[in-house]
C-alpha cells in the first residue's frame, strides 16, 4: 500500500471506531477511501496525496466564505494570542450576541453553545421546561443532532410514537417523540386535532439539508406556525444549516414565517465551534440562570470560536455577498442538470441560496419517500467519477451541496465539464 490516504485510513481503523470522528466521513454510503485533508484555501482542498479537489462540503456548511480566508485566520490568530479560554464572560460574546439577534427575526436573546446537537437539545428542553408539556414533533430525514429524544424513526402510523434509530437510546427516551411526514401538513392538522394541548414544540429543518435537500411547502410551514400559536406549542427552526446560507436571515425571511426559537450553527463559527439557539426574550427567560432550565458549556462562547465566527458575519454581510452566492449556487445547479439531462439521465438539481441537492431523478423530490426512491448506486458512481475529477461532492446521496463565495465562474464550469465527462462514462 502505497496511497497516503489508504495508510492514513488503515492505521486511523486501529484506534478510531470506523477510522473517522463523524460517521459519513467514512465513505460507508459511496463506497471507497475516505480522503485525508492535509489544507484548504478559497474553493479548493488537498489530501494525503497532494491531489486537490474543488470542495463541494464546505466543511458541511461553515466555510461559506472559502477555506482559510485571511480575514477569519486573522482574527483567530489574534483571539488565541490573547489567550485561548477563560471561562469568563468576554466582550467578544456580548458583540457576537448583539450581532445575530440584529440579524435574525424574532431573535431577541440568544445563548452560545458549542455544537448543533447542544444548540437543539437545549432548545428542546427549553421547549419542554417552558410548556410544561414532554411530547415533541419531528419530521421524518430532518436531522437534528444526536441528542436521544431525536434519533428516532417514524413509528408505523401516525400517532405512534417513535423507536430509536441508535442502540443506546431507550425507548423511553423516544417515547414522547413523535415523528411525522416532511411537507405533510393534513397529519400536522389531524395530531393537533387529538392531542395539540400535550405538543411541547415542533422541531424542524425549514429547509431540510440532511436528506439531500428539500425545499418545506410555505403551506406546511405556515400550517405549523398557526398550530403551535393556537395550542401553545413552541415552534423551533433548526437553522444549524440552513440558516445563514440559503440568505442573510435564514429560512424565517425566506419564508417569511416567524419560529419562537430558532438554532444555529455551522456558519456562524466560520470552521470553529460555535452554535447557538436563541428566540422570544419571555421563552429565553427560562434559562438558568434566571429561570429553571438548566444548560451551561465550559468552552460556550470560547474566544478564539467567537473571533472566527464574529468575523465571518461580518463577511457576509458586505453588500451582494448572498446575490453572488446565490447566483453561483443557481449556476452550478442548472449547468449540471442540462448536462446530466443532455446525457439522457433521470437527473435534476436544486439550489436554495448556497446550498444545493444532486438527484438521480426525473423530478426534484419533495418528500423523504421521493428521496429515498432516487437512484443511489448511479449516485455512488457520479461521485466517483466527480472525485477521480478532482471535484469533492458529499459522498452520500443523501446529503446536500454547498458552495462557497470563493467557488468562482471558472470553477463552477470547470465542475459541470467534469460532470459532462461522467455522465457520459455514467
Ligand atoms: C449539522 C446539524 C446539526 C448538528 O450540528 P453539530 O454541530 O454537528 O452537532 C443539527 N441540525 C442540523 C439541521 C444540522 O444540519
Known amino acids: 500500500m502505497t496511497n497516503k490516504n489508504e495508510i492514513l485510513f488503515a492505521r486511523a481503523q486501529k484506534t478510531t471506531p470506523g477510522g473517522v470522528n463523524s460517521p459519513v466521513r467514512a465513505f460507508r454510503s459511496v463506497g471507497g477511501t475516505p480522503r485525508f485533508i492535509t489544507r484548504a484555501e478559497g474553493a479548493y482542498f488537498w489530501d494525503a496525496e497532494d491531489q486537490r479537489y474543488i470542495d463541494y462540503i464546505g466543511s458541511w456548511g461553515p466555510a461559506i466564505v472559502g477555506h482559510a480566508h485571511p480575514d477569519v485566520v486573522k482574527a483567530v ?8 479560554s477563560f471561562g469568563a464572560p468576554t466582550e467578544g460574546e456580548v458583540l457576537m450576541a448583539e450581532e445575530i439577534c440584529n440579524i435574525v427575526p424574532g431573535v431577541e436573546q440568544i445563548r452560545l453553545v458549542s455544537s ?29 443532532g444526536h441528542a436521544d429524544a431525536l434519533l428516532v424513526k417514524a413509528g408505523s402510523g401516525l400517532l405512534t410514537f417513535g423507536n430509536p434509530t441508535s442502540a443506546g437510546v431507550p425507548e423511553d427516551f423516544s417515547k414522547h417523540t413523535l415523528v411525522l411526514d416532511y411537507n405533510n401538513s393534513q397529519q400536522l392538522e389531524d395530531v393537533f386535532q387529538s392531542i395539540g394541548d400535550q405538543i411541547a414544540c415542533i422541531i424542524v429543518e425549514p429547509v431540510a439539508g440532511n436528506m439531500n435537500l428539500i425545499r418545506a411547502t410555505p403551506e406546511f410551514l405556515q400550517t405549523m406556525r398557526r398550530l403551535c400559536t393556537k395550542h401553545g406549542s413552541v415552534l423551533i427552526f433548526d437553522e444549524v444549516m440552513c440558516g445563514f446560507r440559503v440568505g442573510l436571515q435564514g429560512a424565517q425571511a425566506l419564508y417569511g414565517i416567524q419560529a419562537d426559537l430558532v438554532c444555529m450553527g455551522k456558519v456562524i463559527g466560520g470552521g470553529l465551534p460555535v452554535a447557538a439557539f436563541g428566540g ?7 434559562m438558568a440562570p434566571l429561570g429553571g432550565v438548566y444548560q451551561a458549556g465550559t468552552l460556550s462562547g470560547n474566544p478564539v470560536a467567537v473571533a472566527a465566527g464574529m468575523t465571518t458575519l461580518k463577511i457576509i454581510q458586505q453588500p451582494g455577498f448572498y446575490e453572488q452566492l446565490t447566483a453561483q449556487t443557481r449556476k452550478l445547479a442548472d449547468g449540471l ?14 439550489a436554495v441560496g448556497g446550498m444545493f441537492g444532486l438527484y438521480f431523478a426525473a423530478q426534484i423530490p419533495d418528500s423523504y419517500a421521493a428521496m429515498m426512491a432516487t437512484d443511489k448506486g448511479k449516485f455512488n458512481r457520479f461521485f466517483h467519477l466527480m472525485l477521480d475529477a478532482g471535484v469533492y461532492l458529499a459522498p452520500s446521496a443523501f446529503e446536500a451541496g454547498f458552495v462557497s463565495i470563493a467557488h468562482d465562474d471558472a470553477i463552477i464550469d470547470t465542475t459541470i465539464a467534469a460532470a459532462k465527462q461522467a455522465f457520459s462514462t455514467l
Open 77 to 84: 490568530q489574534e483571539a488565541a494570542a490573547r489567550g485561548l
Open 337 to 350: 442538470t442540462a448536462v446530466g439531462q443532455q446525457a439522457g439521465f433521470d437527473f435534476c438539481a436544486d
Open 280 to 286: 422570544r426574550a419571555d421563552l429565553m427567560a427560562h
Open 116 to 144: 448543533g446537537t447542544e444548540a437543539t437539545m437545549s432548545a428542546l428542553r427549553l421547549a419542554r421546561g417552558a410548556t410544561k408539556r414532554d411530547k415533541i414533533i419531528k419530521f421524518e430525514g430532518c436531522y437534528h
